[in-house]
């Protein structure tokens, strides 16, 4: 039997009704004569509900029991799905993740998956059962407790789900009916793309667009899954939505594909540190040692410093990394400071910043995308605080008041709006 994996998101099981919506888009697969695996999120607002309920009990929470309780919104929709689905007279059940078992790492709040055993699922659909609705998001770790995959994580179960079952293709439903040029919540010039290569995607994703969570992208990527993001509000069939897929199979595409955008980002500034060999990895080693995603660096030119107490060259240091992430990035530097380690005058936090990229394959080929990034953003009087490039996205760091600006902006110098 040729199988399906059907994956739902929060808002596309918000409610009873919206269950039933995407209930009897599942039914009308069945129907096609596909065996389908339904993958839910929790209904939407339901995680971040459950994270507040953990953070307002302890503030230096077990990793464990925060995977206990945030894993619990997707045991309600599973079930409450194979509920709808039986009602309808299709034979469907629910599977947590350790029932299946969903086999992950032990590391709690971001854990990867281990192996996803086929034998449970494939008995009951050998039995007569025609989909199995699993909950997002969870698994198990070898100890045996639960354990949670990072927020945005039910499109990384969808993706491993195809990718362990061979489905024909892994259909994402959200509350957008595709993957667009940029997020149209914030540019309604915003278009929405037939393909995107995984290349882009990936680039897309893991730089803030969170349509689908990077490692989704990757698994896919990897294991040559057929992923499509389509919308629940609509009428569907298979040439909806927007298909991520090998570059190959995109006749044409340009330079620059999409934009994406992340507010969640800080600055750190380190003032006048030493210049001299083995300072970078002074500073960058405490801040991976504590568990600090450095995005963006920066060092500034060396100055001489005629001080006579301290001689030598100097310079700044700046990176960026995760908003939520200061608070551990500051006490590792002080840490080191106090340590004898390295050496600054002052640590300065700007969290008002936002982060905005271009991304696409043609970059590779093309020369001058920088330079008309950076014009666009200078017609705006829009300051650029960090650069970083790799060969397929160019990133920027902005005050985040203009962010919306940088990427209304940029969409009009790409001309992205025009296919
Ligand atoms: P779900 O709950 O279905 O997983 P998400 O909220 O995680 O949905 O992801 C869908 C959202 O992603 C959209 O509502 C949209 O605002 C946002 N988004 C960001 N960038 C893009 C993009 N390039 N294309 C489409 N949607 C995007
Ligand atoms: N419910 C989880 C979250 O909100 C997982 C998901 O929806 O993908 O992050
Ligand atoms: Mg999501």
């Not at 990229?357 to 970059?363: A, D, L, N, Q």
Request: hydrophobic share 45%.
């Amino acid at each position: 039997m040729p199988l399906l994996v059907m994956k739902f998101g929060g808002t596309s099981v918000a409610d009873l009704a919206r269950i039933e919506n995407a209930a009897k888009k599942v039914q009308k697969e069945v129907e096609r004569g596909y065996d389908v695996i339904v993958i839910v999120s929790a209904m939407s607002g339901e995680t971040n509900k459950l994270v507040g309920y953990v953070e307002g009990t302890s503030k230096l929470y077990d990793a464990r029991e925060y995977d206990a309780v945030v894993a619990s919104g997707e045991n309600v929709t599973a079930g409450l799905m194979a509920l709808r689905l039986q009602e309808m007279g299709i034979p469907a059940r629910s599977w947590q993740g350790w029932q299946v078992p969903i086999q992950t790492t032990a590391q709690h709040g971001s854990a990867r998956f281990v192996d996803i055993p086929r034998a449970n699922i494939d008995a009951k659909f050998a039995e007569g059962f025609k989909v199995a609705v699993v909950a997002g998001f969870q698994g198990v770790s070898p100890e045996g407790r639960i354990t949670t995959l990072g927020r945005g994580g039910s499109d990384t179960t969808a993706v491993a789900f195809a990718a362990a079952f061979g489905a024909e293709r892994c259909d994402i439903y959200t509350d957008v009916d595709g993957v667009y040029t940029t997020d149209p919540r914030v540019s309604s010039k915003a278009r929405k793309l037939e393909k995107i290569a995984f290349e882009e995607m990936l680039e897309l994703a893991s730089l803030g667009a969170k349509v689908l969570q990077t490692r989704s992208v990757e698994l896919a990527m990897r294991y040559k899954v057929r992923l499509r993001v389509l919308s629940s509000f609509e009428d569907t069939d298979e040439t909806s939505g927007t298909l991520v897929c090998d570059e190959e199979e995109i006749m044409e595409s340009k330079v620059v594909s999409g934009i994406a955008f992340s507010r969640e980002e800080a600055k750190i500034t380190l003032f006048t540190i030493e210049d001299r060999p083995g300072v970078a990895s002074a500073i960058f080693g405490p801040l991976a040692d504590a568990g600090v995603n450095v995005d963006m660096i920066v060092q500034n030119i060396s100055e001489k410093d005629y001080d006579d107490a301290h001689p030598g060259a100097v310079t700044d240091m700046t990176f960026s990394c995760p908003i939520n992430q200061v608070e551990r990035a500051k006490k590792a530097m002080e840490d080191a400071k106090l340590a004898g380690k390295i050496g600054y005058d002052e640590l300065i936090v700007d969290t008002d910043v936002a982060k905005v990229s271009v991304v696409g394959i043609g970059m590779r080929s093309h020369a001058g995308v920088a330079a008309k990034m950076f014009n666009a953003l200078a017609a705006e009087g829009i300051n650029i605080k960090v650069i970083s490039t790799s060969e397929i996205k160019i990133s920027v760091l902005i005050d985040r008041k203009y962010m919306e600006l940088a990427v209304q902006a940029l969409h009009d110098a790409f001309e992205l709006e025009k296919a």
